[in-house]
């Protein structure tokens, strides 16, 4: 499922995974943080920092020979005494049992984003991380309404808040921050809730991706899967069902990607108040993550209404480099002034020759001004 969906490295936050797992990123080529399992504040008695020590020795003699492990990391979000005296400690340890891999002393709290969950709102992604690497990021979503019902509270309607929170579900950012809508029943409630994670993921990964090595080299969303029967920040739940959310990440990693940046949902089109003409013009962007240069491309732009097209342009890309960027010529779609007010898709589709390379999908509603 990692690989379906274009992951190529995986956290593996705060916590020591089964060998098999090891095992398999091995064959798969995808490459581990490895975290040590440390977190947040500990008491400052030296007899815990030697333990400490031992320990994460122990973790890196444990799993050495697996090629997938890219890093050590020696603690999640570290308090100050952490910081300053335990966590040089303990990098120090794991650069002595293994001088080969990088060993990072902790995940900080600035490497971890959550505009639209603790705070803020989604479109504060537009502010790129003051940090090459983003080791957290993403929202809560439900599982199916079929999981939810298992868990404790989940079985009635309105469910039991106290009973989902042992569940990990967390209700003041579900509501207040997210503001996401309970809805007439448990099936609404979900959809709306993985509705959500996906688009803020989709929001967030393509705004990172398009400005990569600018401001930001590498992204792990939090979290891939859950261990128990929880609610999450996971994009799949422990009974392996997918949210919306991964088939979302599965859209916005593939390896060439095209986007657009529209800034807003409800566009107007034909004549303003005002007697000046709206004309719909679309500008793309391509993420290239492959190590060739992209050329003799061609990508459409088109309205959809019920999955068939209703509007439809065309356009040559330039090159776009090898692990690069590329910003393309933008079209104007000017059949949609002609075409009545509501909800559409935007579809994107990048071509060379008979080969698609990328779609990708937004949805928007066309306005007109009132007569």
């Not at 992204?219 to 088939?247: E, L, N």
């Not at 690069?324 to 579809?347: C, F, K, N």
Request: hydrophobic share 40%; with cysteine; net charge negative.
């Amino acid at each position: 499922m990692l690989k379906a969906a274009h992951i190529n490295g995986v956290r593996v936050c705060v916590h020591i995974n089964r060998d098999e797992f090891y095992t398999a990123c091995d064959r798969a080529g995808i490459i581990v943080w490895q975290d040590f399992a440390l977190q947040w504040g500990y008491t400052t008695d030296p007899a815990f920092t030697h333990e400490a020590v031992r320990q994460v020795q122990e973790m890196i003699r444990l799993l050495y020979n697996h090629a997938c492990i890219a890093l050590w990391c020696t603690q999640n979000e570290s308090s100050f005494h952490n910081r300053m005296i335990l966590n040089p400690v303990l990098a120090q340890a794991a650069a002595q049992a293994d001088s080969s891999r990088y060993v990072r002393a902790t995940s900080e709290f600035s490497e971890h984003a959550y505009p639209g969950w603790y705070g803020g709102h989604v479109r504060d992604y537009l502010t790129l991380p003051g940090t090459p690497i983003l080791t957290e990021f993403g929202a809560q979503a439900l599982p199916s309404a079929a999981e939810v019902r298992q868990m404790r509270g989940g079985s009635q309607w309105p469910p039991d808040w106290a009973g989902l929170a042992y569940h990990d579900f967390q209700y003041d950012q579900t509501f207040h921050v997210a503001e996401i809508e309970l809805g007439d029943s448990l099936e609404e409630f979900v959809a709306n809730s993985q509705r959500y994670q996906a688009d803020l993921l989709k929001f967030a990964i393509e705004n990172y991706r398009r400005h990569k090595y600018t401001r930001i080299g590498g992204m792990f969303q939090f979290m891939f899967m859950d261990c128990w029967p929880s609610i999450t920040w996971s994009v799949i739940s422990y009974a392996r069902v997918p949210k919306q959310g991964y088939h979302t990440l599965r859209q916005v990693y593939q390896p060439v990607l095209i986007g657009t940046t529209l800034g807003r949902t409800k566009i107007l089109v034909g004549m303003d108040r005002g007697g000046h003409p709206r004309p719909l013009y679309v500008g793309c962007w391509v993420v290239n993550d492959r190590h060739e240069a992209l050329e003799g491309c061609r990508y459409t732009v088109a309205l959809e209404k019920d999955g068939a097209v209703v509007a439809q342009v065309e356009g040559c890309a330039p090159a776009i480099p090898a692990d690069g960027v590329a910003t393309l010529p933008r079209l104007e779609i000017d059949q949609a002034e002609t075409l009545p007010a509501g909800r559409y898709e935007l579809a994107l589709a990048l071509r060379r020759g008979d080969e698609l390379l990328s779609r990708n999908r937004y949805p928007v509603e066309l306005v007109k001004a009132p007569a």
